[in-house]
């Protein structure tokens, strides 16, 4: 069997996101994301053999994109002059929080139906929990490559953090998502965790 076609796969893994977001995880179905994605039936399937395996490779589209992010964020942050790790932290997350609950606020929407819908699916708890422990060792990465010094043993701490910001920020009305805001949510993120 050749290889499967990675921008197909992403191009239904995205389309699985948009519908999670707007519908929930109920309306996704191997069907509904091939409409979303202008696919003929059966594509859906020919990638993902069930359900679950399609909210799985949802779960690592998501992670993928994140990262992704993390490391433009990285390429293009300039610290201000004397600010330290604390201050710098601080500005990246706020910028990764504003961005995330605004311009990719769909994509994390999903993230939090899937994160409930995996209490039912074992399958998908555990490809969360795999995204949690690669997204801790990305970050970790992504702090060491800015010069940070963070211990590698606050990380958990602030990756969970930054869910629970990132989940009010999510739920709540986007016209109350300001700068101001999130930076005073990755403030005290750095500061609990620091």
Known sequence: MPPPNQRRRAQLADAAIALLAR?????????????????????????????????VAVAERIGELHNADMDAAGATHEPPPGSGTRDQA?????GSLLAAATVHRERYLAIFELRL?????????????????SSIAHTTGHHASLGLEIPPAAVPTLVILYGGALFTLVSSP?????????????????????
């Open 90 to 94: 601080a500005a990246l997350i706020a």
């Open 23 to 55: 519908t929930g995880v109920h309306g996704v179905t191997h069907r509904s994301v091939e409409r979303e994605a202008g696919l003929p039936a059966g594509t859906a399937s020919n990638y993902f053999r069930s359900r679950e395996a399609l909210l």
């Open 174 to 194: 986007p016209e109350e998502i300001t700068p101001e805001l999130a930076h005073q949510l990755a403030t005290g993120i750095v500061r609990a965790a620091l």
């Open 117 to 133: 819908e995996s209490l039912r699916r074992p399958a998908l708890a555990d490809a969360l929990s795999a995204l949690m422990r």
